[in-house]
């Protein structure tokens, strides 16, 4: 099975702050990586896939980068409404394994 | 617009059994992908089982594989997680989610239901 580790699992960022997640793979994945931003009490949704590839209506201040098995989310000008947990997942090879979230708060 | 809508959930003893449902509308469901994903209370999301749109093909995490059962019916939009020998490691929120693309080129998971809560417990 393909683990996968993000760090850090928790920060603390103002607004306006440049935010990158990192996300490794214990094996090459591929492009087959996405990303998700939940919020409390909220359905997980989805921001990133294949990598790069940006969610329709998505904001364009989230990017992802990455092949094999780094893997950058990046938050360019953190917002208000950016503070909430964020996971990627892998989807290379069966089973899907998400990674343990990194959660971003407000400094 | 898409939805997808689960229900099921509740309360059951360990050892006993559930069958989740997730209704889906506004896209060709036979056409897609759907999974299960979980989230036990205040912990991250686990991925719990997916099945390719003709029904034909599914996986397991290997923490469920031979007590659930993913299904679907393509001629009422519904996807199904038969539940047994439930554990209380299983107490989660689950949700179906649905794939974007078609086939070799699907991606994991553009939509999502609200999500049923399975608590597990005597």
């Known amino acids: ?107 | 617009e898409v939805q997808l809508v689960e229900s099921g959930g509740g309360l059951v003893q360990p050892g006993g059994s559930l069958r989740l449902s997730c209704s889906a509308s506004g896209f060709t469901f036979r056409d897609h992908y759907m999974d299960w994903v979980r989230q036990a209370p205040g912990k991250g999301l686990e991925w719990v089982s997916s099945m390719t749109g003709s029904g034909e093909v599914t996986f397991y995490a290997d923490s469920v594989k031979g007590r659930f059962t993913i299904s679907r019916d393509n001629s009422r939009n519904t996807l199904f997680l038969e539940m047994n020998s439930l554990r209380a490691e299983d107490t989660a929120v689950y949700y179906c989610a649905k794939y974007s693309g078609y086939g070799s080129r699907s991606y994991p998971f553009d939509y999502w239901g609200q999500g049923t809560l399975v608590t597990v417990s005597s």
């Open chain 1, 1 to 107: 099975d393909i683990q996968m580790t993000q760090s850090p699992s928790a920060m603390s960022a103002s607004v306006g702050d440049r935010v990158t997640i990192t996300c490794r793979a214990s094996q090459g994945i591929s492009n087959y990586l996405a990303w998700f931003q939940q919020k409390p009490g909220k359905v997980p949704k989805r921001l990133i896939s294949a990598t790069s590839s940006l969610q329709s209506g998505v904001p364009s201040r989230f990017s992802g980068s990455g092949s094999g098995t780094e893997f950058t989310l990046t938050i360019s000008g953190l917002q208000p409404e950016d503070f909430a947990t964020y996971y990627c997942l892998q989807h290379n090879s069966y089973p899907v394994t998400f990674g343990p979230g990194t959660k971003v708060d407000l400094k």
